[in-house]
């Protein structure tokens, strides 16, 4: 991938990406849209979808974009992954203190519901947070 590509869209991101890769990141997308209140919006950081309210809640990171850390797959992370009440130990504490996440290799990996309950627990919480 070019060092200087700067994307700005969905579209761009998905023109670049392996077909797994592009069907991780639009489950994703989907399940994050129809989980975090419609006051937060999309972004794009770093060249990937980074979704904040008040502060940023949570990224998509796919392998293929640099800097992301991960070899294959799509990495999900909460921002404030150390925030959340995560008792099924669902996400993954790396190096990073705060930011907790999730590799999904494949669509089949993605499993909803814990998803959605963490998404909407960290919406409370970034709505605690001043902006």
Known sequence: MNAHLKIRTIIQLYDLLPNNERMIVDVLRGIVKSNLPATCKERFSWNVPYFYGNKGICIIWPAT???????????????????LTDTQSF?????????????????????????????????????????
Request: proline share 5%; charged share 20%; net charge positive.
């Open 91 to 131: 996400l993954t504490q790396g190096t990073n203190k705060q930011v907790f996440y999730k590799i999904y290799q494949s669509v089949d990996d993605i499993v909803e519901p814990p998803l959605a309950r963490l998404l909407k627990e960290a919406a409370k919480l970034d709505a605690n947070r001043a902006g």
């Open 65 to 83: 974009i640099p800097r992301g850390g991960i070899t294959s797959g799509v990495l999900f992370g909460f921002w404030y992954g150390n925030q």
